[in-house]
């Protein structure tokens, strides 16, 4: 009998209709967008063969992510998130199929400026799809599940952030890159698919009619005025934006390790296979009881594994580096997301999923920048090595700014009846 519960109570988010659609829709769309990091990445190196180009590839997608985000989130909590996603998926497939006739032609100089511009045009997608993803879940799972379905959601964006990437690899060595674009802009479809199949929801939209810019500050002023969900972004921001490798692997595959874009593939797998062995493990034992605690020596263990891959020239020794900064990260993610979820009021989800994904979008695309920028001045591996050790430090400087993140505790056995293992 204690079995069977145990059994129900792991599988419990899946009987759900709509969360298994929302986990497809998810999935597809994670799939097709680090495929699409993948090609378009070691297509750039590939014809320039410069660290500043990639560093510019982050920047182009980041600037409209970015500047669009708080509107994003405005529009996030005042109309129907299902269809915005709708709206913006459609938009991501009409861009990768922009690429991949890109890619047939022949004149360099162009070809480079159309496909910065179409990754421009994707950068505008993000921008409304993302926070619509976050307020949209809370939609779809109820409370009592958060956990639960946090670790099935989780473990499907990474494992399909492991086997876009895997695949992609090959596929491109292959076919080219026209190939590959058309592979993705099927899997934005099928994304596309899922989230039309998902039933309308209730969605507690604000009537009162101030001005836009002022409904946009509440949800920055609560995410300022609330430690533990400012701290966790904060620590993300600076940890990713200093110790993120993702934007310069194209270089290490074909300089340093030398092992062509079906490794480059393999690599940029090798975080999210970690992150799928931790977030499974969540599925039953979640890390959220000592929340700060975790988070912080997550972060850590990330630092290290950077640093470890920045002095590797063993192709499976960086692999493993690789693997190790996933299951960290994957543990960071997923105490973030429970923080996100569970610190937001319903009324404000869009806005502070905007101001989050403001946050994570600076640290990944302007951390690229930063990186490339970094790595043309003193050389790719003494960048990432001194992006590694920053993070050591910047872990150790929030957890001493920051006690009431550290000391972060959320009552699992309110949310779900699960065992506590972190």
């Known amino acids: 009998m204690i079995h069977q519960d145990t059994h129900r109570n792991f599988t419990e988010a899946l009987k759900i209709p709509d969360i298994r659609l929302f986990i497809g829709s998810l999935g597809f769309f994670t799939l097709s967008s680090r495929a699409l990091a993948v090609v378009i990445g070691f297509q750039i190196y590939h014809i320039t063969h410069s660290p500043l180009a990639l560093g510019w590839l982050g920047l182009v997608e980041a600037i409209p992510a970015i500047s669009l985000a708080p509107f994003g989130g405005y529009i996030t909590d005042h109309f129907s998130r299902r269809k915005i996603l709708l ?9 990768t199929l922009a690429l991949a006739l890109i ?32 307020a949209f879940e809370a939609q779809v799972v109820p409370k009592h599940l958060t956990v639960n379905a946090s670790s099935w959601i989780g473990s499907s964006w990474i494992a399909c952030s492991i086997l876009g990437p ?13 190939v590959s674009y058309l ?13 039309a199949h998902i039933s309308s929801k209730p969605q507690c939209i604000s009537r009162q009619k101030e001005h836009i810019f002022k409904r946009i500050g509440i949800g920055w002023r609560f995410v300022f005025t609330n430690q533990p969900l400012l701290a966790s972004l904060a620590l993300d921001l600076f940890a990713v934006f200093f110790g993120g490798a993702m934007i310069l692997l194209p270089i290490y595959a074909n300089d340093i ?33 000592r929340a700060g605690r975790n988070l912080l020596f997550s972060v ?46 319903d009324e404000l989800r869009g806005r502070i999923a905007a101001a989050s994904f403001i946050f994570i979008c600076a640290s990944n695309e302007l951390g690229a920048f930063e990186s490339g920028m970094l790595a043309g001045w003193i050389g790719t591996i003494p960048c990432v090595l001194t992006g590694g050790i920053i993070t050591l430090g910047i872990v150790a400087l929030i957890g001493r700014l920051a006690p009431e993140l550290r000391d972060l505790k959320f009552d699992v056995t309110t949310l779900e009846r699960k065992s506590k293992f972190f």
Do not use: E
Not at 269 to 286: D, E, K, N, Q, W
């Open 103 to 134: 890619s047939l032609q022949s004149h360099i100089n162009s070809l480079i400026s159309l496909l910065y511009f179409s990754i421009f045009l994707a950068g505008i997608a993000r921008g409304f799809a993302d926070p619509a993803n976050t």
């Open 257 to 289: 390790l030398h092992v062509g874009v079906k490794g480059l593939g393999l690599l940029n797998a090798a975080p999210s296979f970690g992150a799928t062995i931790i977030t499974l493990i969540a599925t039953r034992y979640p890390p959220i009881a």
């Open 300 to 345: 850590f263990g990330f630092g290290i594994s950077i640093i470890v891959f920045a002095v590797s020239k063993n192709f499976w020794l960086s692999m493993a580096a690789l693997v190790f900064s996933g299951v960290f990260d994957g543990i960071s993610m997923l105490i973030r997301r429970a923080i996100l979820r569970l610190l937001s009021p």
């Open 87 to 95: 709206i913006a998926r459609m938009f991501s497939c009409l861009c």
């Open 183 to 195: 592979i993705i802009t099927g899997s934005f479809i099928l994304s596309w698919i899922c989230t």
């Open 166 to 178: 895997a695949v992609i690899g090959f596929v491109f060595d292959a076919w080219g890159a026209a």
